[in-house]
C-alpha cells in the first residue's frame, strides 16, 4: 500500500509518500515546505488570510504530487489548527481545493503518534524520553521499553517563542535576551510538570525539523539532506554553542551558515532555546536527533 501524510503545523507542512508493507516503511518522497501558517497567531489568536492562502496552496500542490503515487492520503492538523479562532475557515479552504478533510489532532494525539514514529527502528530498552518541538508546540512523551506510558503537550514552539524574544531581522541577540528566553521556556515546562519526565529516563530522542537543522550546522553539512543526520546526537554544549552563534548574527547573516536551511534562520534561535531547556528540564546532557515523528507514526498507524 502507499500511504502519504501531510502535517500541517505552525512553521512549516510535510509530506511524507510511503510504501507501507508489514510494520515497514520504504520512503518514496518526502518534502517540507516552510510557509508559517501560525504567524502573527501570539498577538491575534488567528491564522491571518494571507497564511492560510499560501498554506492551502502549499497542501494542494502536496496533495496533486501524492496522487501522482497513487497514494491514500491523509492530512494532519496541529498546534495552529486546534487554537486558532478561525481554524474552521482553513479546513474548509483545503477541502474545497483537494476534496480531503483536515484531521486537527489533540496534543495528546499528536504526541502519541510522534513517540511512535521517533521510536521505530531504535529498539529502546528501559526508560526512554521523546520530545518534538513544532513551531507552536513541543510534545514530550515519557515510555518504557519502547511503549507509551504518559504525554503532555506544552504550548510553546520556535513560531511563537521567537515571535516573543526575537523580533527584529537586521538586530543580533544579548546573551540577556537568550537567558530570559531560557528561562520562560524553563518556567513554561515546569507549569506542566516536565522535570517529572527524568526521573529513570536514560534514553533521551529529539525530533522536529530545529533539531535536524541543528544538526546539520553541527556536522557542517555542504548539502543538507535530513536522513543523513538520523540517529546524530546534540550534547548540552552543542546547543549552547549554537546559540550564542544564532544570536551573534542578524537574519542575513544567519542564512549563510553551513548546514542550516536558508528557511530556518528566523527561527532557529527560538528552536535552539527549547532543545537547551528540554534538556535542562529532562536532566539530560544529550539527545539523539530522529528525523520520524508524526508523519512516520501516522504512516505505520490504522488511522
Avoid at 520556535?158 to 523580533?167: G, I, K, P
Avoid at 546573551?175 to 517529572?196: F, M, P, Q, R, W
Wanted: aromatic share 6%; net charge neutral.
Amino acid at each position: 500500500m502507499v500511504r502519504a501524510v501531510i502535517d500541517i503545523g505552525s512553521n512549516s507542512i510535510k509530506m511524507r509518500v510511503a510504501r507501507v508493507e508489514g510494520g515497514k516503511v520504504s520512503v518514496l518522497r518526502d518534502e517540507t515546505e516552510v510557509v508559517r501558517l501560525g504567524r502573527g497567531m501570539s498577538g491575534t489568536g488567528l491564522l491571518s488570510d494571507e497564511s492560510m492562502r499560501l498554506s492551502c496552496e502549499t497542501v494542494a500542490r502536496m496533495v496533486r504530487k501524492a496522487e501522482h503515487y497513487g497514494a491514500e492520503i491523509f492530512i494532519a492538523g496541529t498546534m495552529a489548527l486546534r487554537t486558532a479562532g478561525n481554524a474552521g475557515d482553513f479546513v474548509r479552504m483545503v477541502r474545497e481545493a483537494t476534496g480531503l478533510d483536515v484531521h486537527v489532532f489533540t496534543g495528546e494525539e499528536e504526541a502519541r503518534y510522534s513517540w511512535r514514529g521517533a521510536s521505530d527502528g531504535f529498539g529502546l530498552d528501559g526508560d526512554s524520553v521523546m520530545f518534538d518541538t513544532g513551531g507552536g508546540s513541543t510534545e514530550f512523551v515519557a515510555g518504557h521499553d519502547g511503549e507509551m506510558r504518559r504525554a503532555v503537550s506544552v504550548p510553546i514552539g520556535a513560531v511563537n517563542l521567537s515571535e516573543r524574544f526575537f523580533c527584529g531581522h537586521y538586530t543580533t541577540f544579548s546573551k540577556k535576551v537568550c537567558d530570559e528566553a531560557v528561562s520562560y521556556v524553563l518556567d513554561v515546562l515546569s507549569g506542566n510538570g516536565i522535570e517529572t519526565f527524568r526521573a529513570g529516563s536514560s534514553n533521551v530522542i529529539a525530533v522536529g525539523g530545529g533539531v535536524v537543522a541543528m544538526s546539520g550546522v553541527k556536522n557542517a553539512c555542504e548539502e543538507f539532506i535530513p536522513s543523513r543526520l538520523h540517529g546524530s546526537v546534540l550534547t548540552q554544549k552543542d546547543v549552547v554553542r549554537q546559540i550564542r552563534l544564532y544570536s551573534s548574527l542578524t537574519l542575513k547573516e544567519r542564512e549563510n551558515i553551513i548546514g542550516l536551511p536558508a528557511s530556518r534562520a528566523d527561527v532557529i534561535l527560538g528552536s535552539a532555546c527549547i532543545v537547551y531547556a528540554a534538556l535542562k528540564a529532562l536532566g539530560a546532557p544529550s539527545c539523539t536527533v530522529s528525523i520520524n515523528g508524526l508523519r512516520h507514526g501516522l504512516l505505520l498507524s490504522d488511522i
